[in-house]
């Protein structure tokens, strides 16, 4: 099945740095979502970004699907964005399954 | 309010015992999906559904069920087979592409 890489696992910023998260993915996709999943685990949507880029307040991404990869941009970074991030695919052949890389551990600190 | 809700969202279990984990939606969703995650893991996908009365295994399927006889409603049950059910469960839905999910249920076998 369709393999899906983040980078960095873990990263450790200063509020107002921006960072940059990658995800990697080994085929095609129909579908890519970025997540946001807080201390208490809900998973909140970002992006829905099978190509192209979007743009949502401090928050962007950027999907280049004949490449296989997507960026997730954060500016000027808050406390309020610590917590996990996923990207997930639905390749090519599956429909409707969501395939998850293992995420990104964000810590912002004051 | 429009979403999707599960209950509980805490459980305990002794081994050997059942037991069924709720999801409900009133999106008018046609696809309803049961994720798994781990510690430190991203989420994998035990059952889906694109209809009702209609469903089918996801990667971990083996010692779960489900059943689908309302578009609202997908309920999971964790049966005794499943031989390392301490997990957190996410429901989530989706009308086209992009999938929404609940708050999560967190079961712990003691």
């Known amino acids: 099945g369709i393999q899906v890489e983040q980078s960095p696992p873990d990263l450790i910023l200063q509020e107002g740095a921006n960072s940059t998260l990658r995800c990697n993915f080994s085929?095609?996709?129909?579908?890519l979502q970025w997540f946001h999943q807080n201390p208490w685990g809900q998973l909140i949507n970002l992006f829905y970004?099978?190509?192209g880029t979007k743009q949502n307040g401090r928050l962007s991404a950027t999907t280049v699907a004949t490449e296989r990869y997507s960026l997730l941009y954060i500016s000027s970074s808050q406390t309020t964005d610590s917590g996990v991030y996923f990207c997930?695919?639905?390749?090519?052949?599956?429909?409707?399954?969501?395939?998850f890389g293992k995420g990104t551990l964000l810590t912002v600190n004051p | 309010d429009g979403g999707i809700t599960q209950s509980p969202k805490y459980l305990f279990r002794k081994e050997g015992q059942n037991v069924t984990l709720s999801c409900e939606q009133n999106?008018?969703?046609?696809?309803m999906y049961w994720y798994r995650q781990d510690p430190g893991q991203g989420l994998r996908l035990i059952y889906y559904?694109?209809?009702?009365?209609?469903?089918q295994k996801g990667d971990i399927a083996e010692g779960y069920s489900v059943s689908r006889e309302k578009k609202e409603s997908f309920p999971l049950t964790v049966t005794s087979a499943q031989k390392n059910p301490t997990a957190f469960y996410l429901c989530?839905?989706?009308?086209?592409?992009?999938?929404?999910f609940g708050p999560g249920t967190r079961l712990t076998v003691l």
């Open positions: 999106l008018n969703h046609d696809a």
């Open positions: 970004i099978p190509s």
């Open positions: 559904s694109q209809i009702v009365n209609d469903f």
């Open positions: 085929d095609s996709v129909n579908n």
């Open positions: 989530a839905s989706s009308k086209s592409n992009e999938q929404f």
């Open positions: 997930a695919v639905v390749s090519g052949g599956s429909n409707y399954k969501l395939t």
